[in-house]
Nanobody, 122 residues
Framework: QVQLVESGGGLVQPGGSLRLSCAAS????????VGWYRQAPGKQREWVAR???????NYADSVKGRFTISRDNAKNTVYLQMNSLKPEDTAVYYC????????????????WGQGTQVTVSS
């Protein structure tokens, strides 16, 4: 099993940058996808970015060209570099890992972190 802990959130001015980290403890037999989601007050959680096991990345249109997802396998950490931040990026950001806990697992499972607050305001 794996536990995820996000960090790196905070208050930043519009146009600024933040780098979020998602540190994983424990282990999985295999990982299919790692991703970032966010949830603004009064809104549903939305997908932001994902990194597929083969190395491909995908981004929501709202963050494309500004956010970059990456992974450091040696540190068991996933990152979200956020540049040119806008007030509408304000939300709690969550990381998610989709993977199989054991070699005999019939299907992959979703693992979520607890979230980190990002506030973009002048």
């Amino acid at each position: 099993q794996v536990q995820l802990v996000e960090s790196g959130g905070g208050l930043v001015q519009p146009g600024g940058s933040l780098r979020l980290s998602c540190a994983a403890s424990g282990s999985l037999f295999s990982i299919n996808v790692v991703g970032w989601y966010r949830q603004a007050p009064g809104k549903q959680r939305e997908w932001v970015a994902r990194l597929i096991s083969g190395g491909n990345t995908n981004y929501a249109d709202s963050v494309k060209g500004r956010f970059t997802i990456s992974r450091d396998n040696a540190k068991n950490t996933v990152y979200l570099q956020m540049n040119s931040l806008k007030p509408e990026d304000t939300a709690v950001y969550y990381c998610k890992v989709v993977g199989r806990p054991y070699s005999y697992s019939q299907r992959p499972y979703d693992y979520w972190g607890q979230g980190t607050q990002v506030t973009v305001s002048s």
